[in-house]
């Protein structure tokens, strides 16, 4: 619900123009890329907390932190941070609270990512 | 070990000093203090005041300014030199050539 | 954000891009794609490694957390696969925590770029990096350079020291009236040490230090050791060869090398020695009883130094009995240094000479563990020579093989010298070679030498010159009569000396006539007896070793006889005496 995470931007355009420049023929590729592994992503930090494995969730969270950025989805961005330190501290509840507020994120993101 | 040049005002005689240890490393340093010179000096005066220490190459470098400054008719003299450095140009009589002063 | 631009100059980069994260991978390899590199794209620290191996790679963007194996740990494989080649590695990573950074660098990052990737970033690092390894490209090619010359430049002094070795400690170093040292060290420092017999039975001894170690010390010994060995053996007197030692070192040595030297002849027969020092720690002469009898300093220049015209080759000349002993030595036992840093010095030499009591010939042994007591190893070069003076008696008559007659040696030469060429030359080596075209007279050599010799020497100092021998009975008068000689000679300007050489070939071998006659006015014969002083040792050793010996009546002409049989049968070499 709308926390820090509301005044940050679900997809900064700019970046998208970028990667759009980049990218080239192969955005859609780009974009196809990144939520197949978003995806891969949600399911595996289930898995992890489901079964208590804080650090291989932070881990996770890290990695999913990393490639959110790049792609300038600074909400998400920040809260995978925040599954990230929930990791890092083995607190299995914020941690939980944390994937709930990434999955709504992506949520939101997911249909923002079209060329 | 370090050189240092002056020219005298009326730029005849070119006085080099040589400080610390007057030995091989300072071979190119003292060639360059006479041979960069712009105009050729009619004398020369090495001071070895500095001078802690003084061994073959040096008295070969000496022998190559002499060479240089006109071999027999040169022009040299070699002053301010302490007991240990007037012995080594004792024993290799370095008198016969050089004014040791 | 513009577009970077895709640089222009300079090599394509094989670049390795290592991120678990396959979005991140395809962005991160594009940008380095557009730049203009090559690259290749891994998606755990495992498989980066494998391609490092198998591909190799310019500059490695790893990303620091990654499955299988970490960015840490594939890092270091990473750096032990290149060996001494320089391969940045740039982290990739989101972490902002100081101790992972650092944990970053130790594991051989050199650099982080951070996500999200900026293009412009990324770019500069690997811009930095680039020049970087090129950098290190070019010392490690000129270290290899320099390190391959060096190994050539090491090779040429081992071929050089062999050289020089062969040179320079040939001769006659194994007699028994020598003892020498030379440290392992010094044998390649530049130091010299020769001895040659020479045809009288005498000996020449060279001890010398050359300026500059290695090649110059070996350049300058080959044609030093040349000149010695083949001079002394034709019989040639000290001063003219040093007057050629100085004169062929001084063409062949660029002007700042030279030698500085003691040279010595020693005259077992005549009972002196002449020393010329030029250069080197003063020569001792010490008694029998180890008493310290004279110092010979340095007083002339170091050979190779001095002009032809101003060289000064006139050796000390002193008598010398048998059982005394020189020592001499190179500025190695002077300078030898302690860990203190002191020198051993001069009179810590002269101290343990005179305060020396055991038996004269263990003071070169002592004086030896003096030295290695003050400072363990010779780091400098170290050469102590010692020479002991024997005595002299008749010279070998050789070994005579089976010879036919030889009857065309049938002739008769004459050279008359005048005094410029009196003051400049010695006759003898010259006469001597004309002598030995006669096979006969080669086993003679030596005595011939002594008559020769004897006889000119005769004509010159009591001829010409007027010295008087008796003189020579002390020490004092020994020097007093050498130093007139000198001036005397230098001061000729009139006169002349004649030697006949008159040979017949006989039946049974041969028969040599010596004539040698001056213009000086003589002497009577009432006046000289053939047992007085010097001359009459002299005169009576040319007696003995010659079947007739006759004066004229104003006594400036002496005549011999010496008669060489022919046999067929080897003779004994007589051993000299000790």
């Known amino acids: ?8 931007p ?12 980049l990218m080239q023929d192969d955005y859609l590729l780009l974009l196809d890329t990144f939520i197949i592994d978003a995806e891969k992503r949600l399911g595996q930090l289930r898995t992890f907390l489901a079964s208590g494995d804080l650090e291989s969730f932070r881990r996770c969270a890290h990695s999913f932190k990393g490639s959110s950025g790049n792609m300038g989805a600074l909400a998400l961005q920040q809260v995978c941070t925040l599954a990230e330190q929930a990791g890092i501290h083995g607190d299995a509840g914020a941690a ?14 997911r249909p923002q990512l079209h060329p | 070990m370090a050189i240092t040049k002056s020219l005298s005002d009326d730029g005849k005689t070119l006085s080099i000093a040589v400080s610390g240890r007057f030995d091989f490393a300072a071979h190119q340093e003292f060639r360059d203090a006479y041979e960069r010179a712009a105009l ?37 003299r070699i002053v301010r030199c302490n007991p240990d450095v007037r012995k080594v140009l004792g024993i290799s009589n370095f008198g016969q050539l050089f004014v040791i002063e | 954000m513009t577009t970077a631009p895709v640089l222009a100059q300079a090599a394509v980069l094989n670049i390795l891009v290592a991120d678990d994260n396959p979005a991140d991978r395809l962005i991160l390899c594009r940008l380095v794609e557009r730049l203009g590199h090559r690259v290749q794209a891994a998606e755990d620290g495992a498989e980066a490694v494998r391609l490092f191996v198998s591909h190799g790679a310019d500059i490695v963007l790893m990303d620091a957390l990654m499955p299988v194996m970490d960015g840490y740990a594939a890092a270091r494989d990473i750096r032990r696969q290149a060996g001494e080649d320089l391969v940045p590695i740039i982290f990739l990573t989101s972490l902002t925590e100081t101790d992972a950074l650092v944990e970053c660098l130790q594991a051989g990052g050199d650099d982080f770029l951070s996500k999200p990737y900026n293009p412009v970033i990324l770019q500069a690092k690997i811009e930095a990096f680039r020049r970087m390894r090129e950098m290190h490209q070019t010392l490690q090619s000129q270290r290899d350079l320099i ?33 020498h040292l030379q440290s392992a060290f010094a044998v390649f420092n530049g130091d010299i040490l020769l001895a040659a017999r020479r045809p009288s039975g005498g000996m020449h001894v060279l001890l010398g230090d050359f300026t500059g170690h290695g090649l110059s010390a070996a350049i300058g010994a080959m044609p030093l050791a040349e000149v010695f060995y083949a001079m002394s053996a034709r019989g040639f007197a000290l001063n003219d060869i040093l007057r050629e030692l100085n004169s062929k070192l001084g063409r062949i040595l660029p002007v700042g090398i ?24 003063e020569v001792l002469m010490i008694d029998r009883d180890g008493c310290l009898l004279h110092r010979i300093p340095s007083t002339h220049l170091p050979l190779g130094v001095q002009s032809d015209e101003r060289f000064d080759a006139s050796p000390l000349v002193l008598s010398m009995r048998p059982g005394q002993r020189l020592l001499c030595w190179t500025d190695g036992v ?18 343990l000479v005179d305060s020396y009591q055991g038996p004269p010939e263990q003071l070169f042994d002592r004086l030896l563990e003096a030295i290695e007591a003050f400072h363990g190893s010779p780091e400098d070069d170290l050469s102590l020579l010692e020479l002991c003076m024997w005595s002299g008696s008749q010279p070998d008559r050789g070994a005579v093989s089976v010879a036919a007659a030889d009857l065309a040696q049938d002739w ?22 004309r002598l030995m075209a006669v096979q006969g007279l080669r086993a003679h050599a030596g005595t011939l030498f002594i008559l020769l010799g004897e006889l000119y020497s005769n004509a010159l100092e009591h001829g010409l010159l007027q010295l008087d021998s008796s003189w020579k009975r002390d020490a004092d008068g020994f020097a007093r009569y050498y130093s007139e000689r000198n001036r005397r000679l230098r001061a000729l300007s009139e006169g002349w000396i004649r030697v006949e050489l008159d040979h017949r070939p006989r039946v049974d071998g041969g028969r040599l006539i010596i004539r040698v006659s001056d213009s000086g006015p003589g002497f009577r014969i009432g006046q000289l007896t053939l047992k007085d002083g010097y001359a009459g040792r002299g005169l009576g050793l040319v007696q003995a070793l010659t079947e007739t010996l006759g004066f004229n009546d104003s006594g400036n002409q002496v005549t011999v006889e010496f008669v060489w049989p022919l046999r067929h049968t080897v003779w004994q070499v007589d051993t000299t005496a000790d």
């Open chain 1, 1 to 8: 619900m709308p926390g820090e995470d509301s005044l940050l």
């Open chain 1, 10 to 21: 679900d997809l900064d355009p700019a970046v998208q123009e970028n990667l759009r420049e």
């Open chain 1, 96 to 109: 939980g609270d944390a994937l709930e507020r990434i999955e709504q994120c992506y949520r939101q993101l």
């Open chain 2, 40 to 76: 050729k000096p009619s004398r020369y005066v090495v001071d070895l005041h500095e001078a802690a220490y003084i061994d073959s190459s040096a008295l070969g470098m000496l022998l190559l300014l002499r060479d240089y400054a006109g071999g027999d008719s040169a022009d040299i």
């Open chain 3, 147 to 179: 390190a391959s010359q060096n190994r050539q430049l090491l090779s040429d002094q081992q071929l050089a020291k062999v050289i020089f070795d062969r040179v320079a400690h040939a001769g006659s170093l194994d007699a028994p009236q020598l003892r």
């Open chain 3, 258 to 281: 030279f030698c500085c030297a003691v040279l010595i002849e020693i005259d077992p027969y005549k009972g002196l020695v002449e020393v010329w020092n030029g250069g080197l720690p």
């Open chain 3, 334 to 351: 002077i300078e030898s240094r302690n860990e203190l840093g002191e020198m051993f010095g001069e009179e810590r030499v002269l101290e």
């Open chain 3, 412 to 433: 008769r030469q004459e050279i008359v010298l005048r005094a410029p060429a009196i003051r400049e030359n010695n006759p003898v080596p010259e006469l001597m070679e």
